[in-house]
């Protein structure tokens, strides 16, 4: 069978289809579900028929929630046939019986019980700072949800075979999906083979609700003792798929006699949903993003992430770091406008000159050897200065400035005064409407790591072989996110070696040790620089010894011999500009252009490189303004699922990306850059052309409408 195909490519003899019986109430015990009579070859499943743990590796998640349901469409059940369309049926005809209770679905509907985790940490003496203050600046920031863009709805296909259990699904992490059917069958890890199919474009929404569907189509494999394929429906994954999970930060700032910060004060609150998944390492990543990169020692966070009964969230590129630095950067913006600055000069002033907060300590940066800022911070006034260039940033900035004031000065005039006021609906009104300068230009920076998550705590490993022919076979037990990554990898290698690139195959190696979730950023970083390695130590060996050669190497945190290597550990950083101007009827903002300058280390592939950060950003714009979705009590409603915006291509605006060179050895990560940068940018640019700032995404059109300017 193909390794690279998708789930729903899968068809086996006598496969049985599986469809999931769900939860009707967002909290309740479930009591009862009656079904309706199924003929000869169809089941149903319940939490009852569980050899093993009803939950997911590592996670209080259940299977089959067997007693407490926690959100509407929460699994309770699977029916299992040969028939979809009589299983759909079926499934129509199923009731669900609970004893319903009070939900809660965001904060401040209940007390500190849905309270899943708190994150504090202060450096410095913050109250000192705010007392001494000349003035103080503080603002409330909101993010909302965003959906992931699959190629292919979450499902899995499981099937017994010689004695094992076989799963294949899109997952970035096989090893989580391997344990949690082990678990859910009572079984060691021998019984369950998981082979990954295509991921294609996931940013970490695949991290563990794979492991979830994967479950149940092993669940329903092993007691039908038959092939079960359980893929959800286009509605089924919009509803009850992780979303990027939404944020409230408030930030508060100390400003001193030069305008610069002398105390930041932080309180933050994220939703997670259902089971809070992952809570302490989300709330690092917003604690990151939110301090950002700016010059301060007197710092204070609090941050809380809750337990609600809106579906599990997720992470979806950064793991809450583009929820952070939305809030800093909007913040930062707002404060040079509120000292009349130009908010890219502000940011080139107060740079951090050190390094960046991590965990509330600061941590140095490497020389600009290893292509890193150091201290005085060159690196961030280069990537700045390169995307004013590109952008015609300080021009448009100054130009759109002195319109906003000659707008505002209109606005303020006598109605006899103001030609356009006087007439409206004139034609000379409308023109002076459409041309007098609704545009406005935004700029940010926002870094990402490579070794920031937890998976830095597992060893990645790879193994070459090459051989008698000239082929060259690598394994790792890391998956790659799409096939332009694995091209990369394979012109690498041939590259090195010098072999036809045709004969590099990337084989995802199932025997070998658990290397943690794949990323983007960690697949660029450590497994590019493990294949490096491995490539230039058989062409070494080739002078001396027989082919087949074989050559292993593995990173870990820590150096422990000649044959390991420390994961790296580098920022990938980015300065972005967007332009805008508003559609004066619809008070819909259009995307003039954007600019991003990216410091990505060692780039294989300008091309590709180019292409992934083109689509980061245009879902980071899609999160900004364009993707309208929301949970109403606990549900997202039909019509936002039919009515869900994804650009076409005659919408997608003129995006230029500039690497600077800046001689790195190390790869770094890129591809969540935008979503750090491009939000705060895009919200500066309609603040800029309507005069008013804006603190939440996704921004809509109401929004800008009551405003007042335009209204």
């Known amino acids: 069978m193909d390794e690279n195909c998708f789930v729903s490519d899968i068809i086996l003899p006598k496969m049985l289809h599986a469809l999931t019986v769900r ?18 070859g169809y089941m149903i499943i319940g939490a ?13 998640i259940p299977i089959l929630a067997g ?89 899995a296909v499981s099937w017994p075979e010689q004695g094992r259990i076989v799963v294949r699904t899109a997952t970035q992490w096989p090893f989580h999906v391997m344990r949690s059917v082990c678990g859910v069958l009572g079984v060691p890890a021998s019984k369950v083979l998981v082979t990954p199919t295509i991921t294609g474009l996931h940013m970490d929404g695949k991290l563990w609700y794979s492991s979830l569907v994967s479950c149940h189509a092993a669940l329903g494999a092993w007691i039908a003792k038959q092939p079960v394929r359980l893929v959800l429906t286009g509605e089924e994954d919009f509803s009850f798929s992780p979303k990027r999970f939404g944020t409230e930060i408030n930030i508060s700032c100390a400003i001193n006699e030069k305008g610069e910060i002398s105390g930041l004060d932080i309180q933050a609150v994220v939703n997670l949903g259902a089971y809070a998944v992952n809570a302490d390492k989300i709330l690092e990543f917003v604690n990151l993003g939110s301090v950002g990169a700016y010059r301060t020692k007197n710092i204070r966070f609090c941050g809380s992430a809750i337990r609600t009964n809106i579906p599990p969230q997720g992470p979806l590129a950064g793991f809450g770091l583009a929820q952070g630095f939305f809030a800093l950067e909007s913040h930062i913006s707002y ?15 107060n740079i951090h000159a050190g390094g960046i907060f991590q965990s509330g300590t600061p941590v140095k940066k490497r020389t600009t050897a290893k292509g ?32 906003k004031s000659v707008r505002r000065k209109n606005a303020e005039a006598p109605v006899e005064q103001n030609p356009a006021h006087r007439t409206p609906d004139s034609p000379l009104g409308m023109w002076m409407e459409r041309t007098e300068g609704l545009r406005g230009i935004g700029i940010a920076l926002g870094y990402q790591g490579n070794g920031l998550l937890n998976e830095a705590m597992y060893p990645c490993s790879v193994e070459l072989t090459l051989s008698e022919k000239g082929a060259l076979v690598i394994k790792t037990g890391m998956v790659s996110s799409d096939t332009d990554h694995g091209s990369v990898l394979a012109g690498l290698a041939s590259e090195i070696l010098g072999i036809d690139k045709k004969k590099v195959r990337i084989s995802y190696n199932a025997d070998s040790q658990d290397s943690g979730p794949s990323t983007t950023s960690r697949n660029i970083a450590i497994l590019t620089r493990l294949i490096e390695q491995a490539c230039k130590a058989i062409q070494k060996r080739k002078a001396k010894e027989p082919l087949p050669i074989t050559v292993r190497k593995t990173a870990r945190p820590q150096k422990n011999n000649d044959s390991e290597e420390r994961f790296p550990n580098q920022l990938g950083w980015a300065s972005s500009v967007v332009e805008v101007e508003f559609d004066p009827i619809g008070y819909l903002p259009r995307i003039r252009g954007v600019w991003m300058c990216v410091d990505g280390g060692k780039i294989l592939s300008e091309n590709k490189a180019r292409k992934n950060l083109k689509t980061s950003v245009i879902q980071a714009l899609g999160w900004a303004y364009r993707e309208q979705i929301s949970y109403v009590d606990g549900t997202i409603p039909v019509d936002q699922f039919e009515n869900f915006d994804i650009p076409g291509l005659s919408e997608i605006p003129p995006i230029v990306i500039d690497f600077i060179n800046n001689n790195s050895e190390e790869p770094k990560g890129i591809g969540d850059l935008p979503f750090s940068c491009i939000p705060a940018a895009f919200v500066q640019a309609v603040s800029q052309a309507a005069g008013c700032h804006f603190r939440a995404i996704p921004l809509k059109a109401r929004d800008i409408f009551s405003a007042g300017r335009l209204a």
């Not at 939860?23 to 000869?40: F, H, Q």
């Not at 890193?372 to 759109?400: F, Q, T």
């Open 23 to 40: 939860s009707p109430v967002a909290k309740g015990r479930l009591v009862s579900i009656e079904c309706p009579e199924l003929p000869e």
């Open 48 to 60: 009852k028929d569980i050899p093993g743990k009803n939950c997911l590796d590592d996670s209080n």
């Open 67 to 155: 007693d407490e349901l926690s959100y509407i469409g929460e699994p309770v059940a699977l029916l299992l046939g040969p028939d979809i369309n009589i299983l759909e049926e079926r499934i129509r005809n199923c009731k669900v019986i609970v004893k319903e209770g009070e939900p809660v679905f965001a904060e401040g509907e209940a007390d500190f019980s849905i309270i899943a985790a708190k994150r504090e940490f202060s450096t410095g003496d913050v109250d000192g700072a705010f007392s001494g203050a000349v003035s103080i600046i503080k603002n409330d920031y909101s993010t909302g949800i965003q959906e992931h863009w699959y190629a292919e709805p979450c499902g």
């Open 335 to 349: 404060i040079a406008d509120s000292i009349g600055q130009d908010p890219a000069q502000w940011r080139k002033q």
């Open 372 to 403: 890193s800022a150091a201290k005085g911070s060159p690196l961030m006034h280069h990537l700045i200065d390169n995307v004013i260039n590109i952008s015609d940033y300080r021009r448009k900035w100054a130009v759109y400035e002195l319109l």
